[in-house]
């Protein structure tokens, strides 16, 4: 019998936190309201210190107000349960522990039957470290997740939680990004957008963006060109970039419309930058996961350098709508996507069913419990699609070319 369920969101934001927050909660509430339900703040660095907000029946009456906000009302955090020294660092375990022991004791000394993690690759891995930990010293624990990134590049899930939504708020900052083109003369903007192994996000931004161009009115008569506002050109990690070869072709378009838009994935090309600050005797900073800490690298200034001469740009803009959109409240399509893995959630851990809930790709699709072993980080994104290689083809880049698999 299930008495008492543990909430947490980790990882970096999307736009699905608060919503899947609210939907587990209302779910609960339908389906079985005795169940008490407590929320670990600030993921499982709550969970660690046993800091956590109990849902009382105020909450669980106005849960659905939850589905309005972005963000993660609990708060998130950065943390590896396998890696004990940052923790020990941290001061969040105590030299000698085992952090999953720590974890596991938590949550009986806190009467928890059901653990749901909200996150990504990183939240779901470590929440499969700590579901075998629980099963191999039989604590009796169900944990079952929900897939939240919105680079959207989860084995073997079709579609994340928040992806969706994170491309149409990129898209809508790139409104009033590109604007800028005709601000000066032969100007050069780079609209930087998440995405550290896979360019899905980039992808689909620029054809959310590029789709809104296609739906509007122009009037070049008077400088209104839909051409000076749409994407040059796209890179991302899975393609290889030859800098030469596209400022050549952009520079075509820099002589015809006096500007050029590109949409750039912030992983597209780290292991050339990173290289780089090598033989500068540069250090590069990695977070607890051991990920390259791409805010530190900062990719649109490199590739906005690379082109800027070979364009003869007289002004360089780059702006990043990472934080714009992962930050969002859902999208219609993710509510209703929210609200169906939520749901299943909750009746997979009221069966005592532990995995990630998602559609399953290598199960023709079907939305299910997913068993954590089989989840995994890292999947690129396919760059042969025909829905992204029409979108090439339409600004004018030539189809890509597979780069090797990048490490960051």
Not at 127 to 143: I, R, S
Not at 224 to 247: G, Y
Not at 367 to 392: E, H, M, N, S
């Amino acid at each position: 019998m299930v008495h008492k369920v543990a909430l947490l969101t980790a990882g970096g934001f999307a736009p699905c936190l608060s919503s899947a927050i609210g939907g587990l909660i209302q779910r609960y509430t339908e389906v079985a309201p005795d169940v008490e339900i407590i929320a670990y703040k600030n993921g499982y660095q709550g969970l660690l210190t046993g800091d956590y907000l109990p849902v009382t029946q105020v909450v669980r009456d106005n849960a659905a107000l939850l589905h309005r906000y972005g963000g993660s009302p609990i708060g998130n955090s950065r943390v590896k349960l396998t890696n004990a020294a940052d923790l020990v660092k941290r001061g969040l375990v105590a030299e000698g522990d085992n952090p999953l022991k720590v974890a596991a004791d938590r949550l009986v000394a806190d009467g928890v039957d059901v653990l749901h993690t909200i996150g990504g690759d990183d939240t779901n891995t470590t929440a499969a470290d700590l579901a075998a930990y629980l099963a191999e010293h039989d604590y009796g624990l169900t944990v079952v997740g929900l897939p939240k990134t919105i680079d959207n590049d989860v084995y073997p899930i079709r579609q994340s939680l928040g992806a969706d939504t994170a491309a149409e708020m990129g898209a809508r900052f790139a409104k009033n990004v590109l604007a800028e083109h005709n601000a000066g003369s032969r100007i050069l903007i780079v609209h930087e957008v998440m995405g550290r192994n896979c360019g899905w996000l980039t992808a689909a931004t620029a054809q959310k963006y590029h789709a809104w161009i296609n739906e509007q009115q122009w009037l070049p008569e008077i400088g209104l060109d839909s051409k000076a506002w749409d994407v040059h050109a796209i890179l991302v990690p899975e393609a290889v970039i030859d800098i030469k070869a596209e400022a050549e072709r952009l520079q075509q378009v820099m002589d015809e419309v006096g500007c050029v838009n590109i949409f750039l994935s912030e992983g597209a090309g780290i292991a050339d930058i990173v290289a780089e600050m090598e033989r500068n005797g540069e250090e590069v900073a990695r977070d607890a996961f051991g990920h390259i800490r791409l805010e530190r690298i900062n990719p649109g200034a490199w590739f906005s350098k690379q082109f800027a001469g070979m364009l003869k740009a007289e002004k360089v803009l780059v702006q990043k709508s990472g934080y714009y959109s992962r930050s969002a409240a859902a999208n219609e399509y993710d509510l209703a996507l929210i609200k169906s893995m939520t749901d299943l959630a909750v009746d997979y851990a009221l069966e005592g069913k532990p995995g990630v809930i998602g559609h399953d790709e290598d199960n023709n699709d079907e939305l299910t419990v997913i068993a954590f072993d089989r989840i995994a980080g890292g999947k690129p994104f396919d760059i042969t699609q025909q829905w992204y290689l029409d979108l090439l083809a339409e600004i004018g880049q030539p189809a890509p070319v597979a780069a090797p698999p990048a490490e960051h």
